[in-house]
């Protein structure tokens, strides 16, 4: 399993020594941003144009808002299409989004 840095292993650590303790969630991308909303934790937004390591969530700003908005509808969408099923095959209907590999830069 992907064992992530600080501050999130510390959250990981606790979810595998204590598996009732893990929620609910559901996370949308695009190529710069990331939307997280659990069930029982505010929502988080990355701006991954300039976060790439996702450490400073944006969500409930101001200047972010319809981006929020725009990828909380995509995951609630996403939720009612596929009935919160993962598909096994890419979807040939769907983009594909080229992602930097973690810790390089993003070409402009």
């Known amino acids: 399993m992907e064992r992530p840095g600080f ?9 595998h020594e204590q598996p009732e303790l893990v929620g609910k969630a559901v996370a949308v991308r695009d190529k710069d941003w990331t939307y997280a909303w ?3 934790e505010q929502p988080e ?3 991954r144009t300039k976060d790439l390591r996702e450490r400073t969530s944006l969500a409930g700003g101001r200047a972010s808002a ?6 909380h509808d995509a995951a609630l969408r996403r939720l009612v299409e596929t009935a919160d099923i993962t598909p096994s095959a890419p979807d040939p209907r769907l983009p594909q989004v080229a992602l930097p590999a973690p810790g390089t830069a993003r070409p402009h």
Do not use: F, S
């Not at 501050?7 to 979810?15: D, I, M, Q």
């Open 7 to 15: 501050p999130h292993g510390l959250k990981e650590a606790l979810h």
């Open 38 to 40: 659990r069930l029982y």
């Open 45 to 47: 937004l990355y701006d």
């Open 66 to 71: 319809d981006i929020e908005r725009r990828l």
